[in-house]
Every structure is written in C-alpha cells, then in structure tokens.
C-alpha cells in the first residue's frame, strides 16, 4: 500500500475554513485574474489571491517573491460554501499570526504524517484515521497534535477514540517514539592543579566537593590528562543539567582557589549528542594514553640506562 498524500484530505472538521480563518496555502499559477493557490489543510481546495495586492497601477508586473510553488501563509477572506470558492489576502497579516498560523500547520503536517504511516501499517484509509482520531481531538482539545502528545502520560485521551486495537497500538508506538524525553549528556573539561604543599590531597577534596552540586545525579567528574578534567551528567533537562555542572564547577573553583590553586574553564557546560559524547570519549582516552605514555617516558628517564 502506497503512503497516501496527506493533503488529500480535510485536517479539520469543518470543510471549509471561515473568513478570516488564517491557512497554509500553495501557489500553484498565476494569471491575469490573480494568484490561484491551494489550501493546503483543506483537501487542496482552490482559493485566489487578487493579483492588485502585489502589483501596482503603473507597473502590472508580478514580484519575484510570488512564485509557482511557494508555501505561505494567506487569510481567508470569502467563501463561496456552495461552489467552494475561496478568496484571501496577504494583506493585514501580523507577525505574530503568521508564526500562529505556522506553528499550527506544522504540528498537524507531524500528526498528519504519523496517521499517514499508521494508515500504511494497518491498510486503513487516511481519510478514515483523519475522521476518527484528528477530528474527535480536535473538537475535544482544541490542537490534535498537542491532546497525542500528552497521551504519551495520559493513555485515556487514545483510549476513547473509537479506533481497533491495531491501529491504536500503531499510533501509541510512534507516540513513544516521538515524544518519550531523550537523555541528554551535559559535558565540561576545566583545568585544576594545586602546587603549593596542599598538592594533591587539596586537589582530591576539591573534586570530591564537586559532587556536593547534585548528590543524587549521574554527576561524575574524571580525569583526562593532568591537568585537565571533564565533569559530566545525564539529564532530561539541558537547563537544568547546565545549571548543575556550573554550580559543580564554582565550588571546585572556591576550593582550588582557597589553597592558592589554579583553576580554569576550558569548555563550559553544554549539552551534546549522543554522537558528539561518543567522539568525545574517543578523545578522552586517547589524551589520556598520551599522558600514560609520557608518564612512562619520564619514569624511565629517572631510572636512567640500565
């Protein structure tokens, strides 16, 4: 069964928008009549944008903004419920409506696309998953989007549809997968060396000390080559996770500093990718190999030829 085109059918439950109904629109050609384009959420339906809001009295000719294909957001203005004639406007759009407007067609192109798989995997229409699970959201929640999403938490938002069990496992499935949080790995590397007579067991205590910024996180706070070290956590939240390392960070710093230490930041807090933690362990062992090796070098430069 071939993925069906999700603008094939109606993503709202009404079949028409209303006048002044902001909507995602297509432009598809352009002519002495205007810009004729297609509503994107409404099944494709044809609208037209008058061409005079784009050109003027002296010059008829059509900006290179407006071009065939271009996606864009365009106010309802008329709708003609009979023939299902619609015209809209460009003009008296804000800001903050577009971003609305964009916001909303991208969260349910995401559903969209998601009942468009669960259609394949069951061999059940689109059109049918739209009108049983979209729509009966959309008029509950407001945003169908949003209400499957939260039913990652609440599985009773899924379980009233009146949907089969395969098909309402398909769509719990990808829900997981889309919305279930991702850990993420927050990473420092800073410097720290004490030199005075404190030396090392003043520098131990301080990293120790470090772990006083979360006792009950994955906080752990190694060595890669003297003088340098990394600290790292796991966290759902990078705020949350950053704000930790830098706490842990300020209390070595005043513990360092308290015995006539050095302390420096060579990268600060930030969250890194799955990928990027992978590299950078690579990193890590192999700076530490080196100084494994010189520690080696130096050993053997003391004991001298046998």
């Known amino acids: 069964m071939a993925t069906p085109n999700i603008h094939s059918v109606n993503w709202y439950p009404n079949d028409l928008p209303n006048p002044s109904d902001k909507v995602m629109v297509k ?40 071009r065939v294909g271009k996606v864009d957001t365009a106010m309802v203005t008329t709708v003609d419920v009979e023939k299902g004639n619609m015209d809209l406007t460009r003009q008296g759009l804000k ?49 169908a989007y949003q209400a499957l999403q939260q039913s990652n938490t609440k599985p009773e938002i899924l379980d009233d549809l009146q949907i089969s069990a395969e098909v309402k496992e398909s769509i719990r499935t990808q829900i997981q997968r889309m ?16 030199l005075t007579k404190a030396g090392v067991d003043a520098l131990r205590e301080a990293l120790v000390a470090g772990y006083e ?27 949350q996770g950053i704000e930790i390392l830098n706490k842990c960070l300020e209390i070595i710093e005043e513990k360092i500093t308290a015995v006539g230490g050095r302390f420096n930041i060579k990268e600060a807090p930030k969250a890194i990718s799955q990928k990027e933690a992978q590299l950078l362990q690579q990193q890590m062992e192999e700076m530490g190999n080196d100084a494994n090796a010189n520690d080696d070098l130096d050993e053997m430069e003391r004991q001298g030829p046998e």
């Open 95 to 143: 800001e903050e409506e577009i971003a609305a407007n964009e916001k909303r067609y991208n969260d349910y192109k995401n559903l969209m696309n998601l009942l468009a798989f669960a259609s394949t995997q069951c061999k059940v229409p689109l059109e049918e998953l739209v009108q049983t699970i979209a729509h009966p959201l959309t008029k509950e929640y407001g945003n």
């Open 179 to 194: 919305f279930t949080p991702q850990e993420l790995r927050i990473h420092s590397t800073f410097e720290a060396e004490v």
């Open 27 to 66: 432009i598809t050609r352009v002519d002495e009549l205007g810009i004729w384009v297609q509503l994107l959420e409404y099944s494709n339906r044809e609208g037209m944008i008058p061409l005079g809001q784009f050109t003027t009295r002296k010059s008829r000719k059509v900006p290179k903004t407006i």
């Open 213 to 239: 910024a979360a006792p009950d996180s994955s906080l752990s706070i190694s060595v890669i080559a003297p003088p340098v070290y990394s600290a790292a956590l796991n966290t759902l939240g990078a705020e």
